[in-house]
């Protein structure tokens, strides 16, 4: 059993930053390829960024590619994702996600394993 902790949501203006933490319990991190979701209001969850077990590879979905960085430190059981430059349709409930499965990534919701409780990020503009 792996429980998931976000931190570091909160209120920004539009073109600011915020670093969303997201702690594992558990001694197998490195088990799982890890990845953040978000869900604004009235929308479906969607897939914003995925980070390989050893965070040697990453992928990006198109709208958060070059605003967006994830990145983990296995050593504290810890999954980073930075956003700069927010815009106000980024605001949602951001969760990350940790899969066992075989692939590199997780890209679906429908193969996380376990999920956060979620942080709430709101843009102002």
């Known amino acids: 059993q792996v429980q998931l902790v976000e931190s570091g949501g909160g209120l920004v203006q539009a073109g600011g930053s915020l670093r969303l933490s997201c702690t594992a319990s558990?001694?197998?991190?490195?088990?799982?390829?890890m990845g953040w979701f978000r869900q604004a209001q009235g929308n479906e969850r969607e897939f914003v960024a995925t980070?390989?077990?050893?965070?040697?590879?990453?992928y990006y979905a198109d709208s958060m590619k070059g605003r967006f960085t994830i990145s983990r430190d296995n050593a504290k059981n810890t999954v980073y994702l930075q956003m700069n430059s927010l815009k106000p349709e980024d605001t949602a409930v951001y969760y990350c996600?940790?899969?066992?499965?075989?692939?590199?990534?997780?890209?679906?919701?429908?193969?996380?394993?376990?999920w956060g409780q979620g942080t709430q990020v709101t843009v102002s503009s």
């Open positions: 558990g001694r197998t991190f490195s088990s799982y390829a």
């Open positions: 980070i390989s077990r050893y965070g040697d590879s990453t």
């Open positions: 996600a940790a899969s066992s499965g075989l692939g590199r990534y997780l890209t679906s919701g429908n193969t996380a394993d376990y």
